[in-house]
Nanobody, 126 residues
Framework: QVLLVESGGGLVQAGNSLRLSCAAS????????MGWFRQAPGKEREFVAA??????YYLDSVKGRFTISRDNAKNTVYLQMNSLNPEDTAVYYC?????????????????????WGQGTQVTVSS
């Protein structure tokens, strides 16, 4: 059974930082793009960041504040979030693309990700 388990969410004040982790088990994803998505109440799930064989990618509003990284030996992906603001409040989901070495044009496409975690809540107070 493939599992993605997120951790590291919580309640923080604006301007502070959080580091999310996503540990995968059941298979390795070293050749797969791994991404973070988020969903705020009443909104659609949106792409936040991804890391793949072709590089790292970010939502414009998080560039310069968020950093995605991965440790293939640990089958884990991270999202370092700095300078958080209330607009970052959402449930954050870790995901892995279904197929390895997917093309760059699919990196932000939600339906290309076939493996999902259960989500972790991030709340930023003003």
């Amino acid at each position: 059974q493939v599992l993605l388990v997120e951790s590291g969410g919580g309640l923080v004040q604006a301007g502070n930082s959080l580091r999310l982790s996503c540990a995968a088990s059941g298979r390795t994803f070293s050749g797969h793009a791994m991404g973070w998505f988020r969903q705020a109440p009443g909104k659609e799930r949106e792409f936040v960041a991804a890391i793949s064989w072709s590089g790292t990618y970010y939502l414009d509003s998080v560039k310069g504040r968020f950093t995605i990284s991965r440790d293939n030996a640990k089958n884990t992906v991270y999202l370092q979030m700095n300078s958080l603001n209330p607009e970052d409040t959402a449930v954050y989901y870790c995901a892995a693309q279904t197929s390895p070495f997917g093309p760059e044009r699919t990196i932000r496409t939600l339906r290309e990700y076939g493996y999902w975690g259960q989500g972790t809540q991030v709340t930023v107070s003003s």
